[in-house]
């Protein structure tokens, strides 16, 4: 092997150890301080009943964690669907007919409202989920590896020479997930648990029971629990073992046997001594316990009657009412209940036929290849696929409306043609000479009187004379247009005042 030059400063990157790695090698040198001592009071073994505790608060902070994410997922899962959904709706309202769109913007204005509840609800649930979960795995951490170090820790003869003691001479090392289940629970997230966790019960929590034990040979032979000045600790701690702990503070290691910390006061405003690892974990879980979880009702087209009476559904239709009444023509005092029933329907039958079946059969445009297609809705299914045929709808409409908007300024525009006259005014004209433009004398019979002229028709010239009003101290300009009239088959010259 070529030896390295004294002036090579360069320095070979150290090898990295995973976490499971460090419990190992924990676990190994935990192993060596197992030895025969016959002469102190501590070097006592962790009791089952000790691992028993520690074991159920960190499967319900792993369980937490799982949780956590689980909600957050379902919340999402929720939206995600509900997105598409109100995107189907979009499209659909945009391409239907005039009378089957105020429904569907019912619907519309329903899924969205339910939308924007659902991302509120999980923004706050995400926001105490993540602290909730960082303080839980990592209270669970501490506890997780304290009982893999103890449950290791054995001499050669690991009936008498051990640091956990679960039942008889067994050391505890391959029974543990058997006589303690709670042990057993790992960290991985497999999507199978998709509730919140319930908060852990500290203030009812089993605390009887020894925390430590003598085994029935060589008492006190476990090292990790040893305070004597000649073993592994420093000799101030030795001396009093106020800082000496494992599992981040519960089982605690003192000059006599070890002791374990209560954990009842939690979530009291004063938790006393109560690691404050617990008492974190139990602040974040408790905010994050409090927090809307994803409904089991699910807001889709085959399930209608099951949210039907949905609050925001009402208010949907509430929102609408007025409008929605006076499009339908609905009587005076319709509820906003017959209303929704008129528009959606009241059972799943009945939404189906009024809003689903003909939803599916709406035409819309879709691009393939270098040609634009039509298409019915039912046919699209993707997110994409909707946003397409949705955004080429909506162009369609906005020029639509700009043509309507252009041909309505070009009326207002052009001159407005005499109001059509009826039977009472033409007889407040009277008689004789004002008996004209619209209507006629009726000679015929004893009833003589002032009639509407079925056959009139205003002069060519009577709409330029109303253009060419003057306002009021506008210069006058003085030009005339010499234009045609044809009366009783003569022809003659008028001058027609065009501008004034």
């Known amino acids: 092997m070529q030896q390295r030059r004294i002036n090579d400063t360069t320095k070979p990157k150290p090898p990295t150890i995973s976490v499971r790695c460090n419990t190992l090698i924990s676990a190994v040198i935990a192993a060596l301080l197992v030895i025969t001592k016959t002469e102190g009071t501590a070097g006592n073994a962790m009791s089952k009943a000790a691992a028993t505790r520690l074991c159920k608060l960190s499967q319900n902070y792993i369980k937490t964690t799982k949780g956590a994410i689980g909600a957050v997922k379902q919340w ?38 339910k939308i924007n509840s659902y991302v509120n609800k999980l923004t706050a649930m995400t926001q105490k989920a993540i602290p909730a979960a960082a303080a839980s795995m990592y209270a669970a951490g501490h506890i997780k590896q304290t009982i893999d170090v103890f449950a290791a820790a054995k001499g ?48 009812n929590s089993d605390e009887s029971g020894a925390v430590h034990t003598t085994q029935n040979t060589n008492a ?7 305070t004597g000045s000649s073993k592994g600790y420093t000799a101030g701690a030795a001396t009093d073992g106020t800082g000496i702990s494992w599992a981040g503070g519960l089982f605690k290691v003192s000059t006599g046997s070890p ?165 009472e005014t033409c007889e407040k004209k009277g008689t004789g000479y004002n008996c004209k433009e619209g209507c006629k004398w009726d000679s015929d019979g004893g009833n003589k009187k002032c009639v509407v002229d079925p056959d009139y028709k205003p002069p060519r ?13 506008a210069p006058i300009i003085k030009k005339r247009k010499i234009a045609l009239e044809i009366t009783s088959g003569n022809v003659m010259l008028s001058k027609i005042p065009v501008f004034l």
């Open 220 to 226: 006190q032979s476990c090292q990790l629990t040893d």
């Open 76 to 113: 999402e899962k929720k939206i995600t669907n509900l997105q598409l959904l109100h995107l189907r709706l979009q499209t659909a309202a945009c391409a239907a007919p005039m009378a089957e769109q105020p429904a569907l913007n019912v619907l519309v204005t329903f899924v969205g409202n």
């Open 259 to 423: 002791t374990m910390t209560s954990i009842h006061q939690a979530k009291a405003n004063n938790a006393g001594p109560t690691p404050p690892i617990v008492v974190i974990a139990a602040k974040h879980n408790a905010e994050l316990a409090a927090c809307e979880q994803a409904p089991e009702i699910v807001v889709d087209h085959g399930n209608f009657e099951s949210w039907k009476a949905d609050a925001d559904l009402q208010q949907s239709v509430e929102a609408a009412h007025l409008a929605q009444a006076q499009i339908t023509k609905l009587p005076a005092g319709t509820t906003k209940d017959e209303l929704r029933k008129k528009l959606v329907g009241d059972t799943q039958a009945e939404f189906n036929s009024k809003i689903w079946d003909k939803l599916k059969e709406y035409s819309v445009e879709k691009s393939s290849a270098d040609e634009i297609q039509t298409k019915t809705l039912k046919e699209l299914s993707t997110k994409t696929e909707l946003e397409e045929a949705l955004a080429r709808c909506q162009q369609k409409r906005r020029q639509e409306t700009t043509k309507l908007i252009e041909e309505a300024k070009i009326r207002k525009q052009m001159p407005k043609e005499k109001q059509t006259e009826r039977d």
């Open 461 to 473: 010239g009577e709409g330029a004379k109303k253009m060419g009003r003057k306002k009021r101290n």
């Open 156 to 203: 050669g003869d690991a009936s008498t020479r051990f640091c956990l003691h679960l039942t008889g001479t067994d050391s505890g090392a391959g029974q543990l997930n058997t006589l303690i289940p709670e042990c057993s629970e790992e960290v991985n997230f497999d999507g199978t648990q998709t509730k919140l966790e319930p908060e852990f019960d500290y203030a």
